[in-house]
């Protein structure tokens, strides 16, 4: 009872600390790689032929980032591109994150005090300071979407959802390089609840065609 209680307060202060750490420090201008994605829009913007699905599919750095720039092109185009949707968009898609969290705990601690204690304990992983150029940086929306995507395809496997798994497994591919690695996780999963073999072989592809994509 005691630990429950001293996590969740800290879980509090915590939450508090990074909303006021948000509204006193968040990046009104671009930083490092977002300069480079804003350099590459603008020639795409002002080409006579642009070739937008290139744009959209094309690696960055080793990833590609095709959701991401979806996020960053709509906050340059509908949100005047000074970051305030894309750190928004960050805390909602951390909090989803969270929220599976609570789901997965929910089902499988009785214990209330537990709960309180696993879950604040978590609240203080994902929000900690450790964790504020995810919420500071509009550019991190790739970085906290990846994990919030493949969290949500695995739990969809589990659930035996595995169309909602691929769309899942899908975004987080779309999100950064490590999302490939969602697809054999999902295959195993697969594999151990002695789901079809069409369903397992179904991951596979879907694995070696993303990987395709990066190569």
């Not at 609570?102 to 992983?125: D, E, M, N, P, Y």
């Not at 054999?184 to 694995?207: C, D, E, H, N, T």
Request: glycine content about 6%.
């Amino acid at each position: 009872k005691i630990s429950a209680g001293v996590f969740f307060l800290l879980a509090t202060w915590v939450g508090v600390s990074l909303l006021r750490w948000i509204w006193l420090y968040w990046n009104v201008l671009p930083f490092w790689d977002q300069w480079t994605f804003l350099a590459e829009y603008a020639e795409l913007r002002s080409s006579l032929h642009p070739r937008w699905l290139e744009f959209l599919l094309g690696q960055h750095n080793e990833h590609r980032i095709f959701v991401a720039r979806l996020f960053l092109i709509a906050d340059l185009e509908f949100f005047g591109g000074g970051n305030k949707s894309l750190i928004l968009e960050n805390l909602l898609v951390q909090l989803l994150t969270w929220a599976a969290l609570c789901w997965l705990v929910w089902a499988h601690l009785r214990s209330l005090f537990s709960r309180i204690a696993v879950l604040s304990f978590a609240f203080l992983v994902l929000f900690s300071a450790g964790q504020v150029d995810n919420f500071i940086w509009g550019f991190q929306i790739q970085f906290v979407g990846v994990y919030a995507a493949a969290i949500f395809a695995c739990l969809s496997a589990v659930r035996g959802w595995n169309i909602r798994a691929g769309c899942f497994a899908t975004v987080a591919t779309l999100m950064m390089a490590n999302g490939v690695f969602v697809w054999p996780v999902l295959m195993i999963i697969a594999l151990l609840q002695k789901r079809s073999r069409f369903v397992a072989i179904a991951y596979g592809v879907g694995f070696l065609v993303c990987l395709g994509a990066y190569l």
